[in-house]
């Protein structure tokens, strides 16, 4: 028989009186009850976790005009780790969920950052988020193109770019919004 012992951490254990049972029964009667099941392959007893149920959270991510907003980072906020994804193109996501109610955090560049918990939500059906736009969040921003600089310690040329001057170039990208600002690149 094996087993990783560290799947039973904080496993109440079980005793069990059994006379002329089947050791299959027994195993099931054991192990299911406590979220485990069992695999036999070449005479040999593999205990493992049963597979969960998988939840998925299908969703798109759109601005305040109903925008599609592509790279928006959507995340499941978890003690260990964060686990997520990103919307594709369309502003799109599929996302895998453990089981319970879980917080969902979609955050973006520019944008207000929206949590959300999973438990008031319908996960036979497509939601759409709305983000809103943060402008504090662009307010000290200076791009260098080599090295993160402290406003306070640049020596160099630079333009200031208001967040509603990129905003009314790209709503979803702000990359491509400081290439069509072509003051930014005059005095390189």
């Not at 307010?139 to 040329?157: C, D, L, R």
Request: hydrophobic share 35%; net charge positive.
């Amino acid at each position: 028989m094996l087993y990783n012992s560290q799947m039973f951490k904080g496993v109440e254990p079980v005793t069990v009186k059994a006379t002329n049972e089947p050791w299959r029964e027994l195993l099931d009667r054991v192990l299911s009850p406590k979220g485990f099941t069992y695999a036999t392959k070449d005479g040999i007893v593999v205990i493992k976790k049963k597979d969960q149920k998988t939840r998925t959270l299908e969703g798109k991510v759109v601005d305040e005009q109903g925008g599609e907003l592509p790279g928006v980072t959507v995340l499941i906020l978890g003690k260990e780790r964060n686990i997520g994804t990103m919307t594709d193109a369309d502003g799109a996501f599929s996302l895998g969920l453990p089981e319970g109610d879980v917080t969902i955090r979609l955050s973006f560049v520019g944008m207000q950052t929206l949590e959300i918990h999973t438990g008031k939500l319908n996960l036979d059906k497509v939601h759409t988020f709305k983000l809103k736009p943060d402008s504090k969040q662009l307010e000290e921003v200076v791009v260098t193109g080599y090295a993160k600089i402290s406003k306070n310690s640049f020596t160099g040329t630079s333009v200031t770019v208001t967040s509603d001057q990129l905003m009314s170039v790209s709503k979803t990208n702000v990359i491509r919004s400081f290439a069509n600002v072509r003051s930014l690149f005059s005095y390189c």
